[in-house]
């Protein structure tokens, strides 16, 4: 049995402005037959593929647990790893499980998309097993030796993270339904807590030893060969998160530790009534009090797993939407200024490296332009936003005003480009047949791709989905709306990309992006 022990070492480097390209597809949406993508075999052919086409960047969105509703933006912490994404393969192989065992499990029925309910009832029972393999076999406290020496300083975050999962697990309900000891983090308490809930914490430690030893792997092969790898930060964090309770002064909550405000946006093309994530604001005064401390230990764990952070929701940064929590709808809410330059300032006292992409979308005010130019973040263009405005949006390639832009025909939160370019009666898409000189839908879409690529912007990220020209039923996901992030490549897809590496090599070294 293979038992890695060794510590991750890793470098953070500057943005190479090079001209050059990526692919988005979250590690869910890779081919696998457990129901959802894993850093098993599929990852490491897809980095194959990036490097046989000439790619230099895989695009990911967060890796973190997800909770009720199953979208990587709501985690239980900002700290730990997802453990569906554990390659159940690779268990195999070390002898902590057997084929039969994995093979007999129902993970869902659908090739192309994951069924989410079906890995909640079933994943956990699958690593337990595994778990209890490796502790018949094993000291717990190699797992724990590589986590704290992988992760240092940041380590007692993941700590915590084990004691709220336990925590779950035995009493079924949410921190800050629990009595006044533990909900305040009462050290006492903590302690009988950690003695009572051991084997659980231990099984903790095992699930994220199995998940970052796997994950650094596939990292450590993508960055071998040329493939740098960039991931999502999300701005907030759940309210019921590891978080909020081990970082209660972080956030807007009272005496009680009940939330006052959350976070949104206010009405915009997703949404009339706003978008109401529910989710706790930041306290600003108090982080700028502690140094800004848990958004720098954010941000270093993130940079320890990515070689370029993408900040979501960059506008946040200067500010805020602000809803009282009381309120149900986000266009009640109002805007409120939060860290801003001297949030990064203090952060580039704290890094000295920090290649970072601004999220620079929705209602993106001069003071949000001020601010990114102050942080040197260079931003992104969405060609989906560019017909609207009759030539002159901002978006359309022949207004960039530089280089130092990322382009994308659209996100994980769009519509597939070809599923935009079905919208025959829109004036956007008359207009952007006109402009490329396409008719028809799938050469609309080719062609809206061949413009990201042919863009000054120093890199062009591809969606997956958009590779492949698929409709919106490939669609990752439609804010403001449940059953999302549900999309996977089939194996025929991952074929069909295969097939199409010597053209897109052609693409790449036409517009220079090899």
Not at 314 to 330: L, Y
Not at 405 to 423: I, K, L, M, Q, R
Request: glycine letters at 6%; proline letters at 4%; charged letters at 25%.
């Amino acid at each position: 049995m293979l038992v890695k022990t060794e510590a991750i070492h890793y470098n953070v480097v500057m943005f190479d402005f090079r001209r050059s390209a990526g692919v988005l597809l979250h590690i869910s949406s890779l081919p696998s037959e457990y129901g959802i993508g894993t850093f098993g075999r599929s990852a490491f052919e897809f980095v194959d593929w990036l490097q046989a086409c000439g790619f230099s960047y895989w695009q990911v969105l967060p890796l973190g647990p997800t909770s009720f509703g199953d979208s990587p933006y709501q985690s239980f912490s900002s700290f730990a790893g997802n453990p569906y994404f554990i390659d159940l393969e690779q268990l195999i192989d070390e002898k902590l499980l057997l084929r039969k065992e994995a093979a007999a499990v129902n993970f869902g029925s659908e090739e192309n998309f994951c069924d989410y309910g079906r890995l909640y009832e079933e994943r956990e029972k699958i690593l337990r097993l595994a778990f209890n393999r490796f502790e018949a076999a094993h000291d717990i406290a190699l797992c724990e030796k590589f986590l704290r020496e992988t992760f240092g300083t940041l380590y007692p975050q993941l700590e915590a993270y084990f004691l709220f999962c336990a925590l779950k697990k035995e009493h079924q309900r949410n921190w800050f339904e629990e009595d006044a000891p533990i909900k305040f983090c009462e050290q006492a308490a903590l302690a009988e807590l950690r003695t009572k809930f051991s084997h659980e914490i231990n099984f903790q430690k095992f699930i994220q030893y199995m998940f970052f030893s796997q994950y650094f792997s596939l990292k450590r092969y993508a960055n071998e060969r040329g493939i740098r790898i960039i991931g999502d930060v999300p701005f907030y964090s759940l309210y019921d998160s590891c978080d909020c309770w081990n970082n209660p002064r972080e956030f807007s909550l009272d005496e009680n530790l009940a939330v006052q405000f959350v976070g949104g946006c206010p009405p915009d093309i997703f949404s009339d009534d706003g978008q109401y994530w529910g989710m706790p604001t930041y306290n600003w005064e108090a982080m700028k009090q502690s140094g800004y401390s848990y958004w720098f230990q954010r941000l270093d764990f993130n940079f320890m797993l990515f070689d370029v952070v993408r900040l979501d929701h960059f506008r946040g940064f200067e500010s805020f939407w602000k809803i009282d929590a009381r309120e149900t709808v986000a266009r009640n809410g109002v805007w409120e200024k939060s860290g801003g330059e001297d949030f990064f300032t203090a952060l580039k006292n704290h890094r000295t490296q920090i290649p970072i992409i601004a999220e620079d979308l929705g209602v993106i005010t001069d003071e949000v332009r001020h601010l990114q130019r102050f942080c040197n973040f260079p931003g992104m263009k969405i060609l989906q936003f560019a017909f609207g405005d009759a030539g002159r949006s901002p978006f359309l390639p022949h207004n960039y005003a530089d280089t130092f832009s990322v382009v994308y025909p659209g996100t994980h939160d769009n519509e597939t480009t070809a599923g935009w370019c079905a919208a025959k009666n829109s004036q956007e898409v008359l207009f952007a047949e006109k402009y490329l000189d396409a008719d028809g839908i799938k050469p609309l879409a080719k062609k809206m791709v061949r413009l990201a690529l042919s863009a000054v912007s120093f890199l062009a990220v591809i969606p997956t989905q958009d590779i492949l020209l698929l409709d919106n039923s490939a669609r990752m996901n439609l804010p403001a709306s449940m059953g999302n992030w549900r999309w996977r490549l089939t194996h025929k897809n991952f074929a069909e990309l295969k097939n199409q590496a010597s053209h897109l090599r052609e693409l790449l070294t036409m517009y220079n992006r090899r």
